[in-house]
């Protein structure tokens, strides 16, 4: 069973104008519909590694007027942001282009020229003018904060308000609840004529290959039309030729989408991005997949995830990683009919959500012999996620824990030691996930942790009861 394939949720690959707010003549401020904006053409690059993700995007606008547009990229961790080029796009088509045409002789072309206050619940995490662009990177903790911020965020730079869509506001939801929960906003310009926007590179740790999509359908302009040109790296090849019908259908991968990929060594890879480059150790595969479609006939976001989260059955009550990675497809699939986020735990919501995915996919499951959905992720629905997975090996997570730990701490060795404390069956609410947040839940697990290995983390203190406060002792032992 080939398992080199793009998840079922990849659509296309946009650029994000989900808040475009634009300049009449004479200073007068306008919002879309009154001035056209269009996304004439997209470029980026995706290199992913399994942990770590760089994307080089670049996009051609044009519009009736000049204009100044917002755009927003939701991310699923704090990037690191910084200049790009378009060489990377000219260097990387003229490589495949050699290669390709080597072997079939088959062209391929790229379209297009190669302090504000947060409100509580939002964080800014990073605010800088990079080249043309003016970056605004928020961290996201409440739906209803963000929406006030993001007005706020447009008033102070000189817009005139506006009511957020009902649309808008379920997309970000949807965001937040499968956590992608950063969102970099990048003032631009454009004019009359069509112009190319100076790439930006983002680098950032996720565990699935990662590229937002479901932003630009809830944009103001989601009636623009757009062409699209992703180039997908990885260090495993990645094919589209078993995905079902349902996922390349109405043009979706044209031109390229379903063509073998590309092999570049290292070397080559570094004449493209040495952003890039710095993700491998060796050579790696690129696929070039291309879109001309509706911005409001897309609804999900690519999210691809390693094989091997889907190599054995779920059922409920199962939890752990695996279960969270389901759950961020059904959400992603707008099947998850709940304000829960997803958690790890395999609850009611989950299978219900589940269900109802089977129950539309039923003509992809061609052995499928029910009349509805399990419910379970049973040996029919495993096997159709592992064929629209990547397949790369398991890695063991390696963690030091090197800072004491107590109530009201914040961070990602937080999130490690909750995943310990779900692991080893002390965590008391299933409903509720690793947060990275260290507040009473974490507490009582800790101390339940610390009696539970009192021999090892309390005798040799002198103590006889859990303290909650993870020490050098309960350190040490974390690590063992």
């Not at 072309?109 to 964080?123: K, R, S, V």
């Not at 990885?234 to 030729?241: A, H, I, L, R, S």
């Not at 090197?402 to 490690?416: E, I, K, P, W």
Request: aromatic content about 12%; proline content about 3%; overall charge negative.
């Amino acid at each position: 069973m080939k398992k080199n394939h793009f998840y079922f949720f990849i659509i296309s690959f946009l650029l994000f104008f989900p808040l475009v707010i634009a300049f009449g003549d004479g200073g007068m401020m306008i919002w879309p519909p009154m001035i056209e904006l269009n996304q004439s053409a997209q470029n980026a690059i995706v290199g992913w590694n399994g942990s770590e993700e760089v994307m080089i995007l670049s996009i051609d606008v044009e519009s009736a007027g000049n204009i100044t547009a917002l755009r927003v990229i939701p991310l699923p961790s704090e990037p690191k942001i910084s200049e790009g080029s378009f060489e990377s796009f000219e260097t990387l088509v003229s490589i495949m282009n050699e290669k390709r045409g080597a072997v079939d002789g088959y062209p391929m072309a790229l379209e297009g020229e190669g302090e504000t206050t947060a409100e509580p619940g939002i964080e800014i995490v990073f605010q800088e003018q990079i080249g043309a662009h003016s970056v605004t990177t928020v961290k996201v903790n409440d739906l209803n904060d963000f929406l006030d911020w993001v007005q706020d965020f447009a008033f102070g730079k000189g817009f005139e308000q506006k009511q957020i869509s009902a649309g808008f506001k379920q997309g970000i939801d949807n965001y937040l609840k499968k956590e992608v929960n950063y969102f970099v906003f990048d003032v631009i310009n454009a004019d009359q004529k069509e112009v190319s926007i100076e790439p930006l590179v983002y680098r950032f740790e996720s565990d699935f290959l990662y590229f937002p999509i479901l932003i630009s359908g809830i944009s103001e302009i989601s009636e623009s039309s757009t062409q699209i040109d992703l180039f997908l790296i990885t260090d495993k090849q990645v094919e589209f030729n078993d995905i079902p019908h349902d996922y390349y259908k109405d043009g979706w991968f044209y031109n390229y989408g379903h063509r073998e990929a590309v092999s570049l060594t290292l070397l080559e890879l570094e004449s493209i991005s040495l952003d890039v480059s710095d993700l491998f150790q060796s050579s790696v595969y690129v696929q070039k997949a291309s879109i001309h479609k509706k911005l409001s006939d897309l609804n999900k976001d690519l999210m691809l995830f390693p094989s091997y989260l889907f190599d054995n059955g779920l059922t409920v009550g199962d939890r752990g990683e695996a279960v969270q990675a389901l759950q961020k497809v059904l959400i992603n699939e707008g099947v998850w009919e709940s304000d829960v986020e997803a958690t790890g735990y395999f609850g009611s919501i989950t299978q219900t959500a589940l269900k109802e995915f089977q129950q539309e996919h039923l003509s992809d499951f061609w052995s499928f012999e029910e009349q509805e959905g399990s419910g379970m992720l049973d040996t029919e629905t495993q096997d159709y996620f592992q064929n629209l997975s990547l397949d790369i090996p398991y890695q063991e997570p390696e963690f030091s824990f090197d800072r004491n730990l107590y109530l009201g701490m914040r961070g990602d060795d937080v999130t490690a030691l909750q995943e310990v404390l779900i692991g080893e069956g002390v965590w008391n609410r299933p409903d509720i996930n690793a947060t990275g947040y260290f507040g009473q839940i974490t507490k009582t697990a800790v101390i339940e942790y610390q009696e539970k290995y009192a021999s090892e983390i309390l005798q040799p203190l002198g103590l006889t009861f859990g303290t909650g406060f993870v020490g050098v002792s309960t350190r040490a032992h974390l690590e063992l």
